[in-house]
């Protein structure tokens, strides 16, 4: 366990200050637990760097799994850290308000393994693919796993099996300044009703 080199990280500061900019009491605790864990791991590594990163040899050869759990966790640099946190605030912010703090931790725990996973299978189609072997021994860019994961889910299967694990909790209503508002999608009736309220008075 080794803290980072003193000195000024920009990404870092720049991180710091769009947190104080909406304010930490603003993010909601699954959000703001991921940023902490996160902007802890960056400053204060339990691993190197290259013991975390995910590849073909290291995860599925070698058996090192755990290179799953904490890969998405590590970053490289501080502007890794401040693009991808940055994203995770504001998109966080919105989706644990509208789907709930257990089922949005439940999404970042299981998209964060599939990336993983995905991102080995690429490695091991790309070697298949290209006869190249160097593939199963470097890291592939862990943006496009992600990608195809996103893709899986808004597309492919995925989607059918979050939803028979969640249960039928997801369309819940939720009370909210006095009113009930729908964290599902409207149905075609509840959106022609409230045009025609709108116009009614």
Known sequence: MRSRQRGVHLGFLLLISQLFRVGPSNAPPVTLATLGLNIYLFLVPQKQLLDVCISVQN??????????????FYHADDWHLYFNMVSLLWKGIKLERRLGS?????????????????????????????????????????????????LLYTKGPLKKIMKICAGSGHAQRRPNYGFNIPTGPLTQEEIRQRRLNRFEG
């Open 59 to 72: 995860a599925y050869i070698y058996k090192d799994w755990t290179r799953l759990i904490f890969s998405p």
């Open 102 to 150: 257990p089922w949005f931790a439940y999404i970042i725990g299981v998209f964060s393994l599939l990336t993983g996973v995905v991102y080995i299978i690429l490695e091991m189609v790309l070697t298949e693919f290209t006869k190249d072997p160097s593939y199963i021994r470097t890291s592939f860019v862990g943006h496009l796993a992600g990608i195809v994961v996103g």
